[in-house]
């Protein structure tokens, strides 16, 4: 064997320890080969040198299979990221970084820490339950106070709910919470503003339609769009020139029947750019009567009411927990060949059948 010895302690290597005694006397089979290193060698600079690179070398190779072993199943769609994950009966939190916003929060990943707004469809516990420790947690890593919209019919329980957890852990819970009705807007910033839309569950529920506001020009002025000087004219006596447009860019329903496709005030959920919406079951296996009977949508409605889908995405979520992903795009790959619509599921905490 070759032993090497580390020239860091300076001292003459024991081979055995002095307490122990060697039982029999070493042979010429086992050759013992000691290499040695000069005291002129540790001091070389150089040396030093590359075994700090050797070891950035290292930790950036860890790191890089860590990543690796990151599997976060985000989504890229008409110019918006979607992430998160929707498992019906367990949890909802669908997060779409460019608004700064998550729709629903079960249970609080990480991730939805960070935005700014949270869009609660209904009282159900697998959508509203994580919020107190959403609230709890950015005062945590001080950040300033969500803004929480909510049906208008749940605001008091909600407030009574925060109340019972800033009492119990004795925190405050700063958080602007908003009863949000349907048809009303609200402006999250300069060019974007939300408004709910009525959905059909067992319980008071509502979806979120998000929209971006552009100028249009109005009709009368537009054969002036090659005289800049008269248009600027107009702007400076006071005249309104511009219509203001509100472009629907992602709707996203919670747990509903697809009943709601049939309301003509919600037109403009079946027109925003991304539609997210549920698909709790996809097989024979449940009738569409029982998922009538809870609330939710069997993905056999979905195919019958594909006509009314004018979206550019579509964004299955909710899917029950007894489906595998690859029952799952199974499903999905059927309804695909209905619609115009990219349909993409969002799989994120289901397993393989192979796992």
């Not at 800033?166 to 060019?191: C, H, K, S, Y």
Request: charged share 20%; hydrophobic share 35%.
């Amino acid at each position: 064997m070759q032993i090497f010895l580390s020239n860091s302690l300076f001292k003459t290597p024991q081979l055995f320890p002095l307490h122990h005694r060697i039982s029999k006397p070493l042979t010429t089979h086992v050759p013992i080969q000691i290499q040695t290193t000069t005291t002129s060698a540790i001091k070389d600079p150089t040396s030093t040198y590359l075994t700090e690179i050797s070891k950035a070398i290292d930790h950036e190779e860890q790191y890089r299979v860590a990543r690796s072993r990151v599997h976060r199943k985000g989504l890229e769609l008409e110019g918006y990221s979607f992430e998160g994950i929707s498992i019906g009966g367990q949890e909802t939190c669908v997060i779409v970084p460019e608004f700064k916003c998550a729709f629903d929060i079960g249970r609080c990943p990480i991730r939805a820490i960070h935005q700014n707004f949270v869009f609660i469809t209904h009282a159900h516990l697998d959508h509203i339950g994580g919020l107190p420790m959403y609230i709890a947690s950015r005062g945590l890593y001080n950040l300033k106070p969500a803004t929480v919209f909510v049906p208008p019919c749940i605001k008091e329980d909600v407030e009574k709910l925060l109340d019972i957890h800033r009492t119990m852990g004795q925190v405050e819970l700063n958080v602007d919470l908003v009863a949000l009705d349907v048809g009303e807007t609200f402006e999250i910033r300069n060019n974007l503003v939300v408004r709910p839309f009525k959905t059909n569950h067992v319980i008071p529920s509502q979806g979120y339609v998000v929209y971006s506001i552009r100028k249009k020009l109005k009709k009368q002025y537009q054969h002036l769009t090659t005289k800049g000087k008269q248009i600027e004219k107009l702007k400076k006596s006071g005249v309104e020139i511009t219509d203001t447009i509100l472009c629907p860019e992602v709707a996203f329903t919670g747990d509903t029947t697809p009943d709601f496709m049939l309301d003509p005030h919600n037109a403009d959920a079946l027109r925003a750019k991304v539609l997210i919406t549920e698909a709790t079951f996809l097989d024979e296996s449940y009738s569409i009567d029982h998922a009538q009977q809870h609330g939710h949508t069997h993905l056999f409605e979905l195919m019958e009411n594909s006509h009314w889908i004018r979206n550019k995405a579509v964004v299955l979520t909710h899917f029950s927990s007894r489906y595998s992903i690859e029952d799952i795009r199974q499903a999905v790959s059927k309804f695909q060949s209905k619609v115009s619509a990219k349909v993409v599921p969002l799989t994120e905490g289901f397993k393989s059948v192979y796992q």
